[in-house]
């Protein structure tokens, strides 16, 4: 077996304190100087989250591999500057799957297949074998969920299994807790904390080092609180407060000294190298200038489901030294005339159509990108974005009245079509064109400029393309179809010349953008709404 330390990070008391920015934080303290894989262990029966609706599970993340996996990811690429990949996410779903295949093809001679040792052991040799494949030097196991919940049983035993194969000094594990403060009294409560600590010890786990999630810093006496009950020291408490940026975190992590817990339990020789990293921290919090963008899109009731089109404002931001104020624009609004859309564009310097399915607020979308287009108001398209500016520019310049795409309905002018070999599929997940794909860039585009480069790869989720039979009315009407897929079939950017920002791209840039390394098409974005 490939030898590496582990660190297995739980979380009790409540979902969402942020285990996944917590996880992608530890790895940024690590990876300076060691190979870090992040794995993602989640509980639910889907293979992977593709068929899940934004607003009930947060965004689809996609890989470069083509891979749709748990948003947690995209902190983890943000963070590390690494891309992962598909078999890095296991599910309960991918698990179970393979286990009862195997013993369909009778591949356990004949033995009662049980959640222990069968899944279990499925779980461990899942984890070994990326760290063999990869090569890790730390391999950082997340465990979704909480402490007690059914569906990440088996992770949990499998993660304690597993002390026992790989030795106790090269794994550790490390506990995420709420610490909350009631307001009528002000003071920490421990409680929680101590009873979440106690069922992961039911469940055969002992953690090395317990990170605290409080609305401020922990102070002494709590830290000594948790330590008793925990049966740990009280440096290896490590306060986890409300930020204005999660990409303080590691910084923060760093004051506490989380680095010293880690080499202390592994052996290791751990140094962070956060200078830039800082300094772009430092931006964020303290910008000199500020812009607002909108953002038009249809699963408005959550924000995750845009979390990394907004964290590539933010990395753009950085870089630029200013504050992007995102709003949101739920545009059936101005489909039903609730809302004109010179009243919701007010005072706007920028807008952003993102990717999305369906039908619905389209009308309201197609209306603001024909504001932009017509005011000079920057305008970024992202998939759908770019569909939809396709249509716009199609009716409103080419004179096309009823263009549109056949996702939405059948048209005269169908200016977006399905894509010819993913007709007749009826099956959901895995059926669309996903993961990186190169394009060829016109090298005299503002798109080429900002890439500086005329071949770049981006990512893609979608099954609808500008149809090539509109593609020469596009153009000699004045669209300029800057980007397009080698074989000069696929329209990947469109952009306007003489406008003072408006792109737009089949792909999703916003997937690869990170804080040390933002997309350039963001860049170009925020620059032009600054201006």
Known sequence: MHKCKWIVITGGVLSGLGKGIVSASIGRLLSSKYNVVPVKCDGYLNIDPGTMNPIEHGEVFVLEDGGEVDMDFGHYERFLNKNCKFGWNLTSGKIFKHVIDKERKGEFLGKTVQMIPHVTDEIKTRLKNISSDEKADIMLVEIGGTVGDIENMLFIEACRQLRGEVGRGNIMYIHLTLVPILGVVGEEKTKPTQQSVSMLQ??????????????RPLPDH????????????????????????????????????????????????????????????????????EIKVLICGKYTKLHDSYVSVEEALVHAGAHNNCKVNVEYLETTDIETGKLKVKDALKGVDG?????????????????????????????????????????????????????????????????????????????????????????LLNKKSNVAKLYDSDKVSERHRHRYEVNPEYHDILQTNGLVLSGMSPDSRLVEFIELEKHSFFVATQAHPELKSRLERPAPLFMGFVKACKK
């Open 351 to 439: 807008i952003i159509v993102p990717g999305g399915f369906g039908s619905r607020g389209v009308e309201g979308k197609i209306e603001v990108i024909k504001y932009a287009r017509k005011n000079n108001l920057p305008f970024l398209g992202l998939c759908y974005g770019l569909q939809l500016a396709v249509a716009e520019y199609a009716r409103n310049v080419c004179g096309l009245k009823d263009a549109i795409s056949t996702e939405i309905k059948k048209t005269k002018h169908p200016v977006v079509d399905i894509l010819p070999d993913q007709k007749g599929i009826t099956e959901k997940g895995g059926t669309m064109r996903l993961g990186g794909y190169d394009a």
């Open 222 to 289: 709590v830290k000594n609180k948790i330590a008793l009950f925990a049966s740990i020291y009280p440096e290896e408490v490590i306060s986890d407060p409300d930020i204005k940026s999660v990409y303080e975190l590691p910084l923060i992590f760093e004051k506490e000294r989380l680095l010293d817990v880690i080499s202390k339990k592994l052996e290791l020789y751990l140094t962070s190298d956060l200078k830039k990293w800082g300094s772009l921290v430092k931006n964020i919090k303290d910008p000199k200038d």
């Open 202 to 215: 039911q469940r055969g786990i002992q953690p090395d080092a317990i990170i605290g999630r409080s609305s």
